[in-house]
């Protein structure tokens, strides 16, 4: 089997809320997703797609990963799709970094290997260990009213882990996760989510207010390690770590250092499924819990995030994100689709989904 073509498409997707606000004055309300389709000379298409969180989210953005896109495409045609270790051994050959550009091509060769053997993606991941699984919402930063509004909201929708953005003054964040806690009850959990937005100092502050507060994690205060380390000395609350995992190394310095409990693996941020799948063995053996889910996306995204979910060993698994519940457009169906805060892998060969090229238009790119 051979890759005969690659095309890149793009469209957007908005936040299904409105404006969806983190630290440091960061608003999103629509963002520009980027979708590859890989195709084979036996009639065998995979897909995947890469929506970065706009452009201060992490290094990186819509533009360079259609730019890293056009670089790295015609390197991979004639290569065979399976091999996944020689795509990846491709692509980094071509160009060093950009690891989220490189994400698509790798899911869309996932994609592909399921389809052509007849089996979904979780199944080539290692199997799979669960066929549901609880997900989280993330909750906007805004007043001490509209979060515990938006958490009521989420919570009469089945969700009963909330992500509550934070990170700006820590006495008014610490009023907000307190009065999230106020409304809901024993079966939910609280992941006060920072983004990396406070100094140091701030970050201390609001440790020891969150501290006597039932059910509550606190994730990613500063945006260092040694910042987070700092942090970690100073309070119990089990800490999360996000933006700075993004390779084995920093996973590595996050457990040894500072003592994470859990991660957040955005399939995207690492490189795709096959860096993400080894980044979830060393979870499970370091003891590390795992959110799954990716920086933002559709359809395409949130399947690719349920078959490595459906993959992660139960007591491992913390929570997962299906971000096409979180956009408005939709491109395959709205599939795999949640259902009372619960959801599960895309039942079907390779990611389970099927595209309506018809909502993407032209491509933006093709590569022969």
């Keep these: 089997m051979q890759i005969t073509q690659i095309e890149v498409y793009g469209y957007d997707l908005h936040y299904i809320h409105g404006d969806y606000v983190m630290s440091g004055g960061r608003v999103v309300r ?23 969180l ?59 290997l399921g389809k052509a053997i007849g089996v979904p993606v979780a199944a080539l991941l290692g199997g799979q260990r669960q066929d549901r699984y609880p997900l989280y919402m993330a909750v906007p930063l805004g ?26 003054d820590p006495l008014q964040d610490a009023a907000r996760v307190r009065h999230a806690v106020e409304v809901t009850d024993a079966d939910d959990v609280i992941i006060a989510d920072a983004n990396g937005g406070w100094r140091l100092q701030d970050a201390i502050v609001a440790a020891r207010l969150l501290e006597p507060l039932p059910r509550v ?3 990613q205060p500063c945006p260092t390690l040694e910042e987070c380390v700092a942090v970690r000395k100073v309070t119990t609350l089990p ?14 310095a996050a457990v040894q250092q500072g003592g994470a409990g859990g991660i957040n693996l955005k ?7 096959t860096k993400a799948r080894l980044i979830r063995d060393l979870c499970e ?31 491992a698994l913390f929570t997962v994100s299906f971000m ?7 491109i395959a169906g709205y599939r795999p689709r949640s259902q009372d805060g619960w959801g599960g892998p895309a039942p079907g060969p390779g990611l389970g989904v099927e595209v309506d090229i018809r909502a993407l238009g032209e491509p933006l790119y093709v590569a022969r």
């Design 54 to 112: 706009g452009q201060t989210y992490l290094p990186g953005f819509a533009g360079g990963a259609r730019a890293a896109l056009r670089e790295l495409a015609p390197a991979l045609i004639g290569l065979d799709p399976r091999n996944l270790a020689l795509i990846n051994d491709r692509m980094d050959s071509v160009l060093r970094g950009h690891a989220y550009a490189k994400s698509p091509v790798d899911v869309a060769c996932w994609d592909i």
């Design 267 to 273: 399939i995207s941020r690492v490189g795709g499924l």
């Design 217 to 219: 994690y606190l994730e």
């Design 324 to 330: 096409n519940d979180w956009t408005k457009e939709h």
């Design 285 to 315: 053996a370091l003891g590390v819990s795992l959110t799954i889910e990716d920086t933002w996306g559709g359809d395409l995204v949130t399947a690719a995030v349920s078959h490595l979910a459906a993959s992660v060993r139960p007591e």
């Design 239 to 252: 800490m999360i770590y996000d933006e700075i995992v993004t390779d084995v190394p920093s996973l590595l």
């Design 143 to 168: 007043s001490v009213q509209e979060m515990a509004a938006c958490v009521q909201a989420r919570r009469a929708e089945g969700i009963h882990r909330f992500q509550l953005k934070i990170g700006g």
């Design 30 to 52: 629509a963002l520009p997703s980027t979708v590859v389709k890989v195709t084979t000379d036996q009639g065998i298409a995979g897909w995947s797609e890469v929506c970065p």
